[in-house]
């Protein structure tokens, strides 16, 4: 399959003066959107954009877009994907789009390309704030204003990738996208939502939106047979077949009855909920046990089985997918993170609430998971009145007592005083001011009102003010000191590991789900695709080993700026702490490492957090270095 060598092409974009280029990087030298992000973010401070080598082909789920640049919020390296908006990206020709410098008014990025002409650019400016309140508002109002100027000059369905008012006024603003069917986005909106692109974006490029497509046709690899023997010399299966086996969890799982990431968690999560802020680390096993029976079995999870699961309401990010892991109902798409952060960890377990809440947070342009931490942990504030309604702009509490809690009333009025909270987030005079950051905002709260403010933000802390909110699982791996935190670049498993291994561990998914990134592969088919993917790299390219060796330089290279700081939340600490209990206690683990950590804990949680903090540093540095010892 291999022949004369192969070249990323890539658009290099100068926002500021509106000039640009097409340059080409050999295959070898980079493979994709990261290694090649990586080395232009600390040339050029730039945005790179992008599908991997395989964005068109036959292989499912090859057609992710990847975000990579220095994140907004994150202050190092990052990268962020979305799915299915590199398949109309892979219409253009070429591979990536870098962005450069800033326009000097918000403007729409058109990008066209006609059969084989060269690509069309132009940078067109908008007044943001009139498009944010034109339809459906928000980032659903760029796509449709994009649309509507520019869909005539496309020969078929263009794309629109979208920022909101959460871009101008906080750095974790979100890019938002949509598959466009007959002139239209549907209701199906993906997101690049972690590492605050979207700010990156409108703040230092200047640009509220990008709508891109064309008719170029390249040599994609479509040989199916081909696919097929490969899978069959691997696992005895055709390639469709074993990406159905693959992706049963995010179709459906008929071992639990439900489908989706937010339908298999909720399902088998039990005792492991985290709700209210994370309070439930506080709670016996008996007491979560009855939360998740009472609001999420027999009520929110039953919800979602009714009405998305049962009426087979699901759909595809926009490329051909066995998984149709996109679980709808109506205008709403049910994914278990932005649901598990704008639900029960604000005190939401009602679909009409945390639809309202987390519909306001997607039309704003939010990171659903960002929004709903830092929610959760100003709702904890006002509950324990370490702050008081009028400093937040709010006249209302939450409503968080578990006993008399009403599931549907109760529900409602959290997401209205949620709803609230990020209006004051995204006004110019907002009393949530969060254009640096939701650390530097509790770092400021906490000397005014006292350090139990900031022990209650649960988040990983980088550099001197880097900031995230972890992903939604009770786990150590979610709170490791590793260079990318808030993606699945660690272990989120829940079983117990000791730090050194669980570091180790850490550096090796950071690898794989590396691999997957720079190729654009979605990491719901990664049962296969981490096994296969360099096989098939040797086989199209012939460059396996080179493949394999630039993902770990990458890995080693974004590990070598890793800036991470030692927790700054009480709540941090025992969340890892009562994790280490719950083995003990609950799941009856008999480990000596288990053991050891318990009684280091018990006597002295704080020096112990820290010398578990810096075990996992250790594994994860020297595993991830070019030489590893």
Request: charged share 25%.
């Amino acid at each position: 399959m291999t022949g004369k060598p192969v070249s990323l092409k890539v658009l290099m974009l100068d926002a500021a003066s509106g000039f640009y280029r097409l340059k080409r990087y050999l295959v070898g030298d980079f493979f994709g959107p990261v290694d090649l992000g990586i080395h232009m973010s600390f040339k050029h401070n730039s945005l790179t954009i992008g599908g991997g080598l395989l964005a068109g082909s036959i292989f499912p789920g090859s057609n992710r877009m990847i975000f990579c640049g220095i994140s907004p919020c994150w202050h190092g390296f990052y990268v962020s994907s979305m799915g299915g908006a590199a398949l109309v990206f892979d219409n253009l020709g070429i591979n990536q789009l870098v962005i450069l410098g800033k326009a000097d008014r918000p403007s729409i990025l058109y990008l066209n390309r006609n059969h084989g002409e060269e690509i069309d650019v132009e940078l067109v400016p908008v007044s943001p704030g009139k498009i944010w309140e034109k339809g459906r508002g928000g980032v659903y109002g760029v796509m449709e204003e994009a649309m509507s100027r520019f869909s005539g000059r496309y020969e078929t369905d263009p794309r629109v990738l979208a920022t909101g008012p959460a871009s101008r006024y906080t750095d974790f603003g979100a890019i938002a996208s949509a598959p466009v069917r007959k002139g239209k986005p549907t209701p199906v909106d993906t997101w690049a939502g972690r590492g605050g692109f979207g700010s990156k974006l409108f703040q230092e490029h200047g640009i509220v939106g990008i709508i891109y497509g064309g008719t170029y046709v390249d040599e994609d690899f479509r040989e199916r047979n081909v696919a097929d023997q490969w899978f069959e010399d691997k696992y005895k299966q055709r390639m469709a077949a074993k990406d159905i086996e693959a992706t049963t969890k995010y179709r459906y799982d008929p071992a639990v009855k439900t489908g989706g990431t937010f339908g298999v968690n909720y399902a088998t999560m039990s005792g492991n909920i985290l709700a209210f802020n994370y309070r439930t680390l506080y709670w016996s096993d008996r007491q979560r046990r009855e939360l998740h029976q009472r609001f999420i079995l027999d009520h929110y999870l039953k919800q979602f089985n009714e009405e998305t699961i049962q009426k087979k309401q699901q759909k595809t990010c926009g490329e051909p997918c066995a998984a149709v892991c996109k679980k709808m109902n109506g205008s709403f798409k049910k994914d278990y993170e932005p649901y598990q952060a704008m639900g029960p960890l604000c005190g939401i377990f009602d679909q009409r609430a945390a639809e309202k809440l987390a519909g306001h947070a997607d039309t704003l342009g939010f990171d659903g998971i960002g929004a709903g931490g830092i929610l959760a942990w100003l709702m904890d504030c006002l509950d324990e009145k370490l702050l008081d309604p009028d400093q937040l702009g709010v006249a209302m509490k939450p409503k968080w007592e578990f006993q008399d809690f009403d599931v549907v009333e109760d529900s409602m009025h959290n997401a209205e005083l949620g709803m609230l909270l990020l209006d004051e987030m995204v006004r110019p005079e907002g009393k949530i001011p969060l254009e640096k950051g939701a650390r530097k905002l509790a770092r400021g709260l906490a000397r005014e009102k006292g350090k139990p403010v900031m022990d209650r933000f649960v988040h990983n802390a980088f550099a001197r003010q880097g900031w995230m909110v972890p992903n939604q699982y009770w786990t150590p791996g979610v709170l490791a000191p590793m260079a990318i935190m808030g993606k699945y670049y660690m272990h989120y498993g829940n079983s117990f590991m000791a730090p050194r291994a669980l570091g180790k561990e850490n550096a090796h998914r950071m690898i794989q789900e590396l691999m997957l990134d720079n190729l654009g592969i979605c990491r719901f088919h990664r049962a296969w695709a981490e096994d296969l993917m360099p096989d098939i790299i040797e086989k199209i390219y012939g460059l396996k080993d080179r493949f394999l060796t630039s993902i770990s330089l990458t890995a080693g290279r974004i590990t070598s700026r890793n800036a991470s700081v030692f927790w700054e939340s009480e709540r941090n600490i025992d969340m890892v702490h009562t994790f280490l209990k719950n083995k003990k206690t609950v799941d009856k683990i008999q480990n000596p490492d288990l053991d050891h950590w318990l009684a280091l804990f018990g006597k002295d949680k704080h020096q112990a957090a820290f010398e578990f903090w810096y075990e996992m540093h250790k594994g994860t540095h020297e595993t991830l270095r070019e030489f590893p010892v």
